[in-house]
């Protein structure tokens, strides 16, 4: 009887093309984005604790920060920080939405050319949005 | 008790557009609908037509939508679907005739998956089969028990919108000799899955795995196929 020997295919042998890295790059902004709102909730809740906020300014500094009415705006490192946060988490939901609506697409668009036409118009669409929410985010 | 029974039909050389007809039958509980079906054809309308073979659950011939839900017809009995009854043929391949619908489609997709088994290494060394441990036969024991009755892929939304998409039948086929451990030709399936209408097109809805008579998990072995396409892992 032949041994069971382990099958592992090497990465150029196994169809890892740009559906596949689109599907595991879906995924993965999925859990970026649990990860981004538990950030958030937890610096909302340190700042509250310091400043003895109630829960409305809570979730108003976790998903919407305003930095001019945050207590801790104040710290130049601090308004970096949530800038960076806040664009990581734009281009994070952005990139997962955009894709998503590109597979409902395909789902109904099965020629090639009106396949290309989409995605080229939504990577188009997703660049021009993402620069400007960046522009309005960092002028902020 | 009387069975209602309503069902799809269409007659292209006749009819200009579809219609249900409504026939009223004494049925048991234990009946399966394809009992009434025949019933029908035998003792009220002889130009009903409809698919059937084995008539036990193994060819897949009769696969139908039954109360809105595909299942075989000689696997399902009145008391499973109650006494009003409608019958259609399956969704997303054409009708040709009543509920018998075009299965090319269906079949040309689950050909693009190689569905047979590809060895080009020379034979042991004794000249007889090609040996293999139980623990490497039960990895892909599920995805044998598949009849290709398309109850599956005619379940699928994404089917319907898009007959090019490979189909959860063709997949559960690619699973079958993708993680047979005999098989050479892993690599060449796995490019055709990767496909833009290959395994991408799945999106988890479960309407397969609810619609197989024979109780495949199809919605995990495509789950399988998308982890050995990211890890290569074929184990």
Avoid at chain 2, 158 to 167: K, P
Avoid at chain 2, 181 to 197: F, K
Avoid at chain 2, 205 to 230: Q, S, W
Wanted: glycine letters at 6%.
């Amino acid at each position: 009887m032949e041994t069971a020997k382990p099958r592992t295919l090497p990465l150029s042998k196994r169809g890892f093309n740009f559906e596949m890295i689109m599907w595991i790059f879906t995924r993965l902004t999925a859990l970026a984005m649990y990860g981004f709102i538990l950030a958030g909730l937890i610096g909302g809740l340190i700042v509250s604790a310091q400043t003895g906020a109630n829960l409305a300014d809570i979730l108003r500094w976790a998903f919407l920060p305003n930095l001019n009415e945050n207590p801790l705006g104040a710290y130049i490192w601090i308004t970096i920080l949530v800038k960076l946060m806040v664009i990581a988490f734009v281009l994070i939901v952005s990139g997962h939405g955009v894709h998503g609506v590109l597979e409902i697409l395909d789902d109904y668009f099965a020629g090639v050319v009106a396949r290309r036409w989409f995605r080229n118009g939504i990577i188009a669409y997703a660049l021009v949005v993402n620069a400007i929410a960046i522009y309005v985010i960092w002028a902020s | 008790m009387e069975v209602t029974l309503k069902i799809f039909r269409y007659n292209p050389e006749v009819d200009k557009k579809w219609h249900y007809e409504t026939y009223s039958i004494e049925a048991e509980e234990t009946d399966r609908i394809l009992d009434l079906l025949e019933k029908v054809k035998g003792h009220v309308d002889g130009t009903l037509s409809f698919r059937r073979s084995c008539a036990h659950g193994v060819c897949g011939s009769d696969a139908l939508r039954i109360n809105g839900r595909n299942y075989l017809a000689c696997k399902t009995l009145v008391r499973d679907v109650g006494h009003k009854i409608t019958v259609e043929p399956l969704l997303g391949l054409k009708v040709i005739k009543d509920l018998i619908v075009d299965m090319e489609p269906f079949f040309n997709n689950y050909k693009k998956v190689l569905p047979y088994f590809i060895n080009e290494s020379p034979l042991p060394a004794d000249g007889k089969e090609r040996l293999q441990s139980p623990e490497d036969r039960a990895r892909f024991d599920e995805t044998t028990k598949c009849i290709l009755c398309a109850a599956c892929t005619t379940s699928c939304p994404s089917y319907w919108g898009n007959e090019s998409y490979l189909g959860p039948a063709a997949l559960v086929t690619a699973h079958r000799f993708i993680f047979d451990s005999r098989d050479e030709a892993a690599s060449q399936r796995l490019e055709i899955l990767s496909e833009t209408n290959g395994v991408a097109r799945c999106h988890t809805i479960f309407n397969c795995t609810m619609a197989c008579p024979r109780d495949i998990k199809i919605t995990k072995a495509i789950g399988e196929l998308k982890m050995a396409m990211v890890t290569g892992k074929l184990d």
